[in-house]
């Protein structure tokens, strides 16, 4: 529901932001624009390039109508769409850092993140260190006079950690350093980054803006301070996605709301039945009372999605695998925030501090659009064979 007279609810505006339908013959959708060439009137409007379309890797109304669409949820100044999540990292994280600079990344990042950081900008002279997620106002004693960037992701990656961002955004700020958040968990739906203190916000819209596992997409959005050189530096990879790609994950912002309620029940409904379950030592979901970071999670978010991990009580990597490979409704694979459930194993060995101890194997779930009676069953099947093994 709208919190105020002028603002109307979350659904509604997933409904009808991005595009004006009157500006394409009253079509509700925008066309799917394909191009490389745009023609101008003349000479002149060419030399000048005054026009506000120029050449397709500067954008169409394709991808103007979904970047519009993420600026109105996240409240930014400007969004870019890049190919992929994982691009959607490592473009900002090129447009602000330089050789000699120093980063701050969350240890318990997205793994591929971490590869990132620690190939392509270790060679390119970038001072990479990573720090606990439980750091909170205490990174200013890790921030130096090279601070550039301070890279957040909340909650962690597999383990769910929730970060005090408003106070890491804090600390940065005092020494000019900028804050990227990775928000792909909470969506701009549940999150709202921007509002926090972050600079600039970034989401695989692989995930829940597409929703059904078929499209790879990633956005980042800037405040007024960091748009301008977030965007050139996007015109100067030219890294940008395609067009039909770009309308399924507008396609997917109408439903998002709907969806993302779905996932959040249900997901909610099994992470509680699964803490009464013997074979279950620990239930890694921030929206869990139970869990260590409930209060700041309640504090700064408003929702929370489908995907979270459990610990099994003991055991190893034997009944980690029993486990996985009982299941018949969840399918191992990658990525989360499609209709159907997954489960992956979890590997902590990438961590320099995030690592646990932990009781036993975790393993992530990603809760789809399934009935959820239907899912624990399944689940059960996992942990009788966890046990068995
Ligand atoms: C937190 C997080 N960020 C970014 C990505 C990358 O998204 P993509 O798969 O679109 O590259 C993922 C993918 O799993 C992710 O989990």
């Known amino acids: ?28 959708n925008p066309p799917i624009v394909h191009a490389s060439t745009v023609l101008y009137p003349n000479a002149s409007a060419m030399a000048a390039r005054s026009q506000k379309y120029t050449y397709g890797t500067r954008g169409t109304p394709t991808t103007d109508a979904l970047a519009h669409a993420i600026d109105a949820l996240e409240g930014s100044a400007g969004t870019i769409i890049v190919p992929s999540g994982l691009a959607a990292v490592t473009v900002p994280l090129l447009a602000f850092l330089s050789a000699g600079d120093h980063i701050l990344i969350v240890d318990s990042v ?17 001072e ?49 350093a900028i804050v990227m958040m990775d928000n792909t968990w909470a969506t701009p739906l549940y999150f709202r980054p921007l509002d926090h203190g972050v600079d600039i916000s970034i989401h695989a819209a692989t995930k829940y803006p597409a929703g059904h596992s078929d499209v790879l997409l990633g956005t ?36 998002m709301g709907v969806r993302l309620d779905h996932h959040q029940k249900s997901a909610l409904a099994i992470a509680v039945w699964l803490e009464g379950q013997p074979g ?12 260590p970071d409930h209060a700041v999670w309640k504090r700064d978010f408003s929702g929370s999605s489908g995907i979270f991990s459990i610990v099994l009580k003991g055991g190893g990597q034997r009944q980690q695998h029993a486990f996985l490979d009982a299941l018949k409704i969840f399918g191992l694979g990658y990525s989360w925030g499609g209709y159907e459930s997954l489960a992956v194993p979890v590997f902590l060995g990438d961590r320099t501090v995030a ?11 990603q809760i789809g659009l399934e009935d959820v009676e239907d899912l624990m069953a399944d689940i059960l099947r996992g942990l009788e064979a966890a046990a068995a093994a």
């Open 280 to 291: 279950v030592a620990r239930v890694l979901h921030p929206a869990l009372p139970s869990h």
């Open 220 to 255: 980042v959005s800037a405040n007024a301070n960091c748009w301008k050189q977030l965007c050139e530096t996007f015109y100067t990879m030219g890294c940008c996605a395609g067009p039909d790609d770009v309308y399924q994950v507008l396609r997917g912002l109408r439903t």
């Open 1 to 28: 529901m709208a919190t105020d007279g002028n603002e109307m609810g979350i659904n509604t505006r997933l409904a009808h932001s991005g595009n004006n339908p009157h500006d394409y013959f009253g079509f509700v």
């Open 110 to 126: 997205y793994h591929p993140t971490r590869n990132f950081a620690d190939t392509m900008l270790k060679r390119l002279g970038v």
């Open 355 to 365: 690592k646990g101890p932990y009781d036993g194997p975790l393993i992530r779930l």
């Open 128 to 176: 990479v260190e990573y720090y606990a997620p439980h750091a909170g106002a205490g990174i200013a004693s890790l921030i130096k006079p090279n601070t550039k960037v301070v890279f957040t992701e909340s909650p962690a990656s597999n383990t769910f950690e929730v970060q005090d961002v408003p106070a890491i955004a804090k600390a940065a700020h005092e020494t000019g």
